[in-house]
């Protein structure tokens, strides 16, 4: 079955502590994205990438990193310097042309305490 | 900037009751817009891509309908298991992203 996994489901980390979000997708698309979703908010682009080795920030990039060595990985790194970073992380992917529809994995909440 | 605004936030709705979601956007140069559903703690489903003014598609008990400035989504005959959010969002030409809404909650009371 061709789909976006994301790994773990649940995270739990302390404060100060750096943590990686793993997404993987094997639908053979082009582009990645990243998102953040907040109670009450609409889904908010914290980076993409449409190509390997080459990714842009999005609408919230500060305090994450990201990386883009293969086609089918694109793992999210939610670093100290975020100052709010619990929440639900939504990986998706699209073709580059014709529909341009995006694609979920299942998400992953990440609690820091 | 692009914006999309949805309304109502949240709606309950009874079982066989059809009733509409509100899409409002504004966005220079429609690429297309995509409504999703999503279940509590899922990622959101794709649902629906619309490219162009008066352009429908249906699936189900669900259909979407695009004019210049918004998009609704009607539900017809609902049923319990349609109870999720619906999510719309809409893709400048000239951007890769996609700007999503605040959703609409729809609860389907059996």
């Known amino acids: 079955d061709g789909g976006i996994t994301q790994s773990p489901k649940y995270l739990f980390r302390k404060e100060g502590q750096n943590v990686t979000l793993s997404c993987e997708q094997n639908?053979?698309?082009?582009?990645m994205y990243w998102y953040r979703q907040d109670p009450g908010q609409g889904l908010r682009l914290i980076y993409y990438?449409?190509?390997?080795?080459?990714?842009q920030k999005g609408d919230i990039a500060e305090g994450y990193s990201v990386s883009r060595e293969k086609k089918e990985s694109f793992p999210l790194t939610v670093t100290s310097a975020q100052k709010n970073p619990t929440a639900f992380y939504l990986c998706?992917?699209?073709?580059?042309?014709?529909?341009?529809?995006?694609?979920f994995g299942p998400g992953t909440r990440l609690t820091v305490t | 900037e692009d914006q999309v605004t949805q309304s109502p936030e949240a709606l309950r709705l009874q079982e066989g009751e059809s009733s509409s979601l509100n899409c409002s956007y504004t966005?220079?140069?429609?690429?297309?817009l995509f409504w999703y559903r999503q279940d509590p703690g899922k990622g959101p489903e794709f649902l629906f891509t619309l490219y162009s003014a008066g352009e429908e598609k249906e699936k189900e008990r669900l259909k979407a309908t695009l004019t210049k400035k918004e998009s609704f989504l009607h539900i017809t005959a609902p049923k319990p298991e349609d109870s999720a959010t619906y999510l719309c969002a809409v893709q400048a030409f000239r951007a890769q992203k996609l700007v999503f809404g605040q959703g609409t909650r729809l609860t389907i009371n059996p």
């Open positions: 639908l053979n698309h082009d582009a």
């Open positions: 990438s449409q190509i390997v080795n080459d990714f």
């Open positions: 966005v220079s140069g429609l690429r297309g």
């Open positions: 998706a992917s699209s073709i580059m042309e014709g529909s341009y529809e995006q694609y």
